[in-house]
């Protein structure tokens, strides 16, 4: 069955038992399921296999960022473990994002998304600052969506706070966003937020959402409140 939501719950979990735990509580109909560098570290390309049965669609959020040979291997890597979506870093570079797509070209059957991550959304302006980039975050993210949109990506990840922007001037790129906080949620770390409505109304296409709901008391309650303020 095909999921009928734009929410991925982020499975930020130590172990493949905890985050085995919390899919059970979801349904793959309304949501797809992340899988990062802590569970994957972790657990490896089984538990990815495990959602998979389950019947999610599993977004491998490993972000490679490498010399282009190297990068464009590893996305080969993920694809052929059948993920739904997989990314990399647009300050890889052009060329580095031009061989991912290259090789993912290659491939016979169905290719994941191939998505660029371009400012995380728990970087502001100061962080930027004390990396050298004397920029506004939306400043810079529009510029690797240049990018990516030479190299040919399918979308980006970034903050919902851009995807107005993103939408008016790159309108065929899926824009993928975390730092999503249902209203009255804390931010954590998160520094570019916005609620699940406002950032649909804003453009974007797929909504990554985590401890809000795998740290909720009751995680698919917390899902179902989602959906139901997006219908
Ligand atoms: O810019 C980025 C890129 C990736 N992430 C990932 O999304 C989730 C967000 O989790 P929350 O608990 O909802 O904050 C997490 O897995 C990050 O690694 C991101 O937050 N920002």
């Known amino acids: 069955m095909s999921c009928q939501t734009p929410i991925?719950?982020?499975?930020?979990?130590?172990?493949?038992?905890?985050?085995?735990?919390?899919?059970d509580q979801l349904d793959p109909a309304l949501c797809r399921?992340?899988?990062g560098k802590e569970l994957f570290t972790r657990s490896g390309p089984a538990v990815v296999e495990t959602l998979q049965d389950k019947g999610?669609?599993?977004f491998l959020d490993l972000k490679f960022h490498d010399i282009p040979n190297t990068t464009a291997m590893a996305v080969k890597a993920a694809a052929e473990m059948g993920v739904w979506m997989v990314n990399v870093h647009c300050s890889g570079g052009?060329?580095?994002m031009a061989a991912c797509r290259n090789e993912l070209d290659k491939l016979a059957g169905k290719q994941p998304l191939l998505i660029g991550v371009t400012v995380l959304t728990s970087m502001e302006q100061e962080d930027l600052a004390g990396i050298g980039l004397d920029i506004a975050p939306q400043e810079q993210v529009l510029r690797l969506a240049g990018l990516a949109t030479q190299a040919g990506m399918d979308g980006l990840v970034c903050s919902a706070q851009e995807a107005l922007a993103l939408k008016a001037a790159h309108p065929a790129l899926q824009l993928v966003t975390p730092g999503i906080r249902p209203a009255g949620s804390a931010a954590d770390d998160q520094r570019r937020i916005l609620t699940p409505v406002e950032a649909l109304q804003a453009g974007s296409d797929f909504l990554v959402i985590g401890r809000p709901i795998s740290q909720a008391a009751d995680p698919a309650q917390a899902l179902a409140a989602v959906v139901a303020e997006l219908a």
């Open 8 to 23: 991925i719950v982020a499975l930020d979990f130590p172990s493949r038992d905890a985050a085995l735990a919390l899919a």
């Open 33 to 35: 399921v992340k899988v």
């Open 56 to 58: 999610f669609e599993v």
């Open 94 to 96: 052009l060329r580095m």
